[in-house]
C-alpha cells in the first residue's frame, strides 16, 4: 500500500470514529437512551435521564415532582414492570400524602399475584371483626376509662396520716408505760437511739413481738433501726437491747394511726459508749426533762411566752423565772439548769431568766440579747 493509500485510511477511519461520536452525543442530548444499554448509575446520570430510561424500558408512572404541583397522589407514582417497587421508592413525594393515602401506598406496593378471591376476603374480614371489634374511637375510650380506674385506685381509702418527727425519753424504771411509736402501712420510720447527751448509742440487738406485721431493717451496727408497717392496722411491741445498757428498751408499735411518726429520736437516760465529753450537771426535775424534751421539738412550753433573741437563729420562752432556749450555739452563761440535746445536733437549755447571753459560735464567744419580758 502506498504512501497515499495509507494516509487516506487513516482519515476515512477517524471520520467514521467522529461520526460516532457525535451521534452518541446527539442521542443523549434528545433524550433517547436504547433499550438494550443497561440503567447507569446514579452518579453519572441526571433525575431526568433516569427517569426517561425508565419510561423508554417499558416503567410506568413518573415522579411525583414531575406529575404537577398539586396534592394529587394515584397509584401512577409507584413504577411496576412484572412487580411492585413499594415505598421505597425515592421518587414518590410522600410529604403531601395524608395517613390513609400512606396506607392505600403501602397496601397497593404488596404482589397482587394471586389476588384474593370472595372467600378469603371473607375470611378476612371476619378474623378482623374477632380480633378488633371495636371502633378506632371506643378503643381511645376504653384506655380513658382504664386510665380513671388507676387513678381511682391510687387513691387512698382514708386521708394519709400527717408525718412527724418527734422525740421521746425512755424511763426504763419499773412500773411506766412504754411509749408507742406510730406507723403506717406504705411508710418507713427510723427509730434513732442516743443517750443523755446526744450521742448515738449503737444498738446490740432486738426481738420484735409480731414479726409478720412489720419489716425492720438494721445494719448490725448503727443505732439506727428502720421500720416499716406491712399490715394496714396492727400492733405489738419491740424490745431493743443497747450497747452495754443492761436494761432492755421496750416500745409499743402501733399502725392505723392518723399520724406517722417519720422519725423518732430516743432518748435513754445515761452515758452510752459514744460520749466523748462527759457533761456536768445532768441530773435535772423530772418536770424539766418533758418541758425541754418538748423545746427540742420545738413545742412551747404551755403556759409561756415567746421571746425574741437578737443575734442568732434562735427561739426562747419565758415561763415564770426561767427561760427555755432552742439553738445549735452552745451556751456558755449564764449557767444552764437543764440540757438536751437531739442527734441532729439541736439543743434545748433551761437557763434563768436574763436579757443577755454568752454563746459560742465556731469556737468564739459572742452576745445573744433577749427582749419582750
Known sequence: MTYMAKWLYKLASLLLLTIGIVSISF?????????????PSSSTMSTDQFQNWLQSNGYAGKSASSAGSGPQVSNDNIFTQGQNVGANNSFADTSAMTFEQNQ?????????????????????????KQQMPLAPQQV???????????????????????PVSSTLMINLAPGTTPPAVRLASGYVSSLVFVDSTGAPWPIAAFDVGNPRAVNIQWDGKSNILIIQAVSPYSDGDIVVRLVGLPTPVTLELVSGQRVVDYRVDIHVSGIGPNTKDLPVGIALPSGAN??????????????????TVIGADCQ?????????????????SPGWVGKMVSPDGMQAYEIPK????????????????????
Open 27 to 39: 442521542a443523549q442530548q434528545s433524550n433517547v437512551v436504547p433499550a438494550t444499554v443497561p440503567a
Open 104 to 128: 392505600q401506598v403501602m397496601v397497593d406496593s404488596a404482589p397482587a399475584n394471586p389476588a384474593p378471591n370472595a372467600d378469603s376476603i371473607a375470611a378476612f374480614n371476619s378474623m378482623l
Open 140 to 162: 381511645v375510650q376504653l384506655r380513658q376509662q382504664i386510665d380513671v380506674a388507676q387513678r381511682a385506685a391510687a387513691i387512698p381509702a382514708n386521708i394519709p396520716p400527717k
Open 290 to 307: 418533758q418541758l425541754l424534751l418538748g423545746v427540742l421539738d420545738g413545742v412551747a412550753p404551755a403556759g409561756s411566752r415567746e421571746l
Open 316 to 332: 426562747a420562752w419565758l415561763l415564770g423565772e426561767k427561760i427555755y432556749l432552742r439553738t445549735r450555739l452552745t451556751v456558755l
Open 354 to 373: 436574763t436579757s443577755s447571753v454568752l454563746i459560742s459560735r465556731f469556737g468564739e464567744p459572742a452576745e445573744l440579747k433577749i427582749e419582750g419580758f
